[in-house]
Nanobody, 120 residues
Framework: QVSLVESGGGLVQPGGSLRLSCTAP???????????MAWYRQAPGDQRELVAT???????NYADSVKGRFTISRNNSRKTIWLQMNSLKPEDTAVYYC???????????WGQGTQVTVNS
């Protein structure tokens, strides 16, 4: 299990931007580089859905609903990933979760979640 700490959620108007971050402060660098990181989200009454993933060497993948608006990035030396969210829509409202998957052991860990609300 990896301890993941998220921050950056909040209330924003439609069309606005937010940046989420997720750090793994207790993890050593070599272990962090084995992690594929991701952001998921879950709206009330819905299943948790994948938003974006990023491999250790920076390859990214996005859900169709966020392509062109969201950008996932990471800095391995800082053991941190970010999710830059632009042109936010009310349907982006959800709790956003950071996820780490160890590519060596296949174990996964979750952050505590951060609320993003897009509302005028």
């Amino acid at each position: 299990q990896v301890s993941l700490v998220e921050s950056g959620g909040g209330l924003v108007q439609p069309g606005g931007s937010l940046r989420l971050s997720c750090t793994a402060p207790r993890l050593i660098f070599s272990t962090y580089t084995m992690l594929e990181m991701a952001w998921y989200r879950q709206a009330p009454g819905d299943q948790r859905e994948l938003v974006a993933t990023i491999t250790s060497d920076g390859k990214t993948n996005y859900a169709d609903s966020v392509k062109g608006r969201f950008t996932i990035s990471r800095n391995n030396s800082r053991k941190t990933i970010w999710l830059q969210m632009n042109s936010l829509k009310p349907e982006d409202t959800a709790v956003y979760y950071c996820n780490a998957r160890n590519t060596d052991t296949a174990t996964t860990s979750w952050g505590q979640g951060t609320q993003v609300t897009v509302n005028s």
